[in-house]
């Protein structure tokens, strides 16, 4: 099983543009995350989704929008990125919200 | 801010010695857990502790939790190079949300 995968693994945009961070996970779970991490700030979760078609603002939503597609994908969309954007994003997912988390290999974010 | 603070932030210590990291948080929990994550790459969960209990072990891991203080720590027997990594606490916040802690970066000198 691959796990949670997410793609793209690093990318490189100028201030304004847009892009979309694609996660799929293979574990038929429930509850799927969307995090940035920041040096000496820890792991912060930007949205949440508890089940297929639902969503909700974790600490740090501003500027972005998410998708849960289905029960497999979870897309997290910058519309106008901005260099407070720099980071590594990760995606991870759960069977339920209470319950251990799978990472997937984070995307490595610039914005010049 | 977040749900759950580590400290200390940095612990640097000696192949075979222990290692003791610490978690507070501030609200309620149905559960905590902790997580590694080996510089830059997706973290790996290590152990869950419900908020009913309060310790559990799992291998060279010990972990407490008091609700009362509301505090956790992680203990790590005879250590090993390997285990040099960053160690995270997690707590589910309302409506099940996964909180990350700021993390303790653990370097465990051969």
């Known amino acids: 099983n691959a796990g949670v995968t997410q793609t793209p693994k690093f990318q490189v945009l100028k201030t304004g543009q847009s892009m979309t961070l694609q996660c799929a996970q293979d574990m038929n779970h429930n509850s799927m995350y969307w995090y940035r991490q920041d040096p000496g700030m820890g792991l912060r979760l930007i949205y949440y989704s508890a089940s297929e078609g639902t969503t909700d603002k974790g600490e740090v939503p501003n500027g972005y929008n998410v998708s849960r597609l289905n029960k497999r994908e979870f897309s997290l969309r910058l519309e106008s990125a901005a260099p407070s954007q720099t980071s590594v994003y990760f995606c991870a997912s759960s069977e339920q919200g209470i319950t251990e988390a799978f990472f997937g290999q984070g995307t490595r974010l610039t914005v010049v | 801010s977040q749900q759950g603070e580590e400290d200390p932030q940095a612990l640097s210590i000696q192949e075979g010695e222990n290692a003791t990291m610490n978690c507070s948080y501030k609200?309620?929990?149905?559960?905590l857990q902790w997580y590694r994550q080996n510089s830059g790459r997706g973290l790996v969960h290590l152990i869950l502790?419900?908020?009913?209990?309060r310790e559990k072990h799992s291998g060279r891991l010990r972990v407490t939790l008091d609700t009362s203080k509301k505090s956790s720590s992680l203990l790590i027997t005879a250590s090993r190079a390997a285990d040099t990594a960053s160690y995270f606490c997690?707590?589910?916040?309302?409506?099940?949300?996964?909180?990350f802690g700021q993390g303790t970066e653990l370097s465990v000198k051969p």
């Open positions: 609200t309620s929990i149905n559960n």
């Open positions: 502790i419900r908020s009913n209990e």
């Open positions: 997690a707590t589910d916040a309302a409506r099940g949300k996964l909180i």
